[in-house]
């Protein structure tokens, strides 16, 4: 009999906020529980780290470059040929999303029966100026059309004052915790496994926007950590240091806007907070697939889109090519055991989100498409003998601070495209990336090493970055290829 499919996925999580990957602070006791029933794997990456890239690589399993989607770009249609919740449908699961999908037109189901979506403060979706969806936006988010019904007309998603991409700005919510939209995705779900067609198995992907922006958690979870002695963020060598001898005052990446250290504190208090607050309600999900009967015959992977630096090297939110931002959890949890994994284990070996299709696919006996890029990580979790990518590559879309790079988990190579700037990592030594070593001359054979990795990555690209020898810089660039947008 085919395992059911449930595909968890946060939003803006760093891989090193659970307990099982030593987390000094924050609890997760459901994740763990996920990890000691599956395997661990610590050298998961987002290739393009912010939400609309990242997505199109857990839907289509390919790389940026042929997802085509290298940077943030919102009002762009989704037309791809397989998609993971397509191909289930077509090998006969009962196939449903509850939650973010971050795609366009917001309600497009990418193969899904039924998306019951809530994409959080969706701008595309809010600006009148500038599409269509705006009048009606509500038509694109379940959740608040739910609230309203509940908790009164009148309530809007950030009605707490908190902005939906600030990373600092930190209240509790102001609801009752039932109307969180953490506990809604969770109820959805629940719901779904009620009235899910019994004949099939089924693929439910459970999506939350948190922990992203705003910062909200329920009072007893924030209660849990804003006291606490935290961890503070770690600051590079290389990193920009303004004002770093003033009043306790750090920059973001966000125009160099100052924040206070307590305010900083109580971000990163919050960003806790949201996370064990997801993690109980996973739990409560893991409660309603026993009770359904499910729980030994579901299959689990949990992972996120991209990190947040936290104040990590002076920075908050995605898109820099870091640990904090590109560096996300990933756990394939069998807890009946359908898959023969070896549970409780942890594998070091490189993934990145591409490979979350090709693995869910496998575990339901479908076909994987030709189009993918990605590679099961079933075999790794099995402690099968198997040829194994060497690295990762990955970038983004920034301005001038737009960058390509080069990890395998050890080691990491950065190259910003229109500045020239290198960097190079020892990640075994200094995984928090304290250190940039690139200008050091011991290193150089490394360096020079990966630099060829990269020219043969982007050899034959569009952009014209390299003509197979050497990198150029400057060349002009853009947040979706051209492959993309001729499509649309």
């Known amino acids: 009999m085919r395992p059911n499919i449930l595909l968890i996925t946060v939003d803006q999580m760093r891989a090193d906020c659970m307990g099982v990957m030593n987390h000094p602070v924050i609890e997760t006791p459901y994740l763990d529980l996920l990890a000691h029933q599956g395997v661990l794997f610590?050298?998961?990456?987002?290739?393009?780290?912010?939400?609309?890239?990242?997505?199109?690589a857990l839907f289509t399993g390919m790389s940026q470059r042929h997802h085509g989607r290298v940077g943030y770009q919102e009002g762009i249609p989704w037309n791809y040929e397989h998609t993971l919740p397509g191909e289930l449908a077509k090998a006969g699961y009962h196939t449903q999303c509850v939650g973010k999908m971050h795609v366009h037109p917001p309600r497009s189901l990418l193969g899904f029966h039924n998306v019951i979506v809530h994409d959080?403060?969706?701008?595309?979706?809010?600006?009148k100026h500038k599409n269509r969806y705006a009048e009606s936006f509500d038509q694109y988010d379940d959740y608040l059309v739910w609230l309203r019904e509940r908790a009164g007309a009148h309530h809007d998603l950030i009605d707490n004052g908190t902005d939906c991409n600030a990373s600092t700005y930190t209240r509790p919510w102001h609801l009752p915790e039932e109307y969180h939209p953490?506990?809604?995705?969770?109820?959805?779900?629940i719901d779904f496994l009620r009235r899910r067609d019994p004949r099939k198995p089924f693929f439910l992907w459970l999506s939350f926007v948190r922990p992203h922006a705003p910062l909200d958690p329920p009072q007893v979870y924030y209660d849990m950590y804003v006291n606490e002695d935290l961890p503070e963020p770690v600051i590079g060598d290389w990193a920009d240091q303004e004002d770093a001898k003033g009043n306790g005052r750090i920059p973001t990446t966000n125009k160099g806007i100052i924040r206070p250290r307590s305010l900083v504190k109580r971000a990163r208090a919050a960003y806790y907070a949201l996370i064990t607050h997801i993690d109980h309600q996973i739990g409560r999900l893991l409660n309603a697939l026993y009770e359904y009967g499910v729980n030994k015959n579901t299959v689990?992977?949990?992972?996120?889109?991209?990190?947040?630096?936290?104040?990590?090297?002076?920075?908050?939110?995605?898109?820099?090519?870091?640990?904090?931002s590109v560096n996300v959890?990933?756990?394939?949890?069998?807890?009946?055991?359908?898959?023969?994994?070896?549970?409780?284990?942890?594998?070091r070996e490189?993934?990145?989100?591409?490979?979350?299709?090709?693995?869910?696919?496998?575990?339901a006996g479908a076909d994987i498409p030709p189009t993918v890029d990605g590679k099961s990580v079933?075999?790794?979790?099995?402690?099968?003998?198997?040829?194994?990518?060497?690295?990762i590559h990955g970038e983004h879309f920034a301005g001038e601070g737009s960058h390509h790079y080069i990890t395998n988990g050890k080691e990491k190579y950065i190259w910003f495209s229109q500045t020239g700037r290198e960097q190079y990592f020892d990640l075994q030594a200094d995984p928090y990336e304290t250190v940039c070593l690139a200008s050091r001359p011991e290193y150089g054979e490394r360096i020079a090493y990966w630099r060829e990795k990269l020219i043969g990555e982007l050899t034959g690209r569009e952009e014209g970055f390299t003509d197979g020898t050497q990198l150029f810089v400057g060349r002009k660039i853009t947040p979706v290829l051209s492959h993309i947008l001729e499509k649309n």
């Open 42 to 56: 610590p050298n998961a990456f987002s290739a393009t780290p912010t939400c609309i890239p990242a997505r199109a």
């Open 378 to 391: 079933i075999p790794l979790a099995q402690g099968k003998p198997t040829a194994w990518r060497e690295y």
């Open 300 to 324: 689990i992977l949990f992972t996120s889109d991209h990190g947040d630096m936290m104040g990590d090297h002076h920075m908050f939110k995605k898109t820099v090519p870091y640990q904090g």
């Open 120 to 127: 959080g403060y969706m701008h595309v979706t809010r600006q």
């Open 329 to 347: 959890p990933f756990i394939l949890s069998d807890p009946g055991n359908i898959l023969n994994l070896r549970r409780g284990t942890v594998n």
């Open 350 to 363: 490189t993934v990145e989100l591409r490979d979350v299709m090709p693995t869910l696919l496998e575990a």
């Open 182 to 189: 953490t506990n809604w995705a969770v109820t959805q779900s």
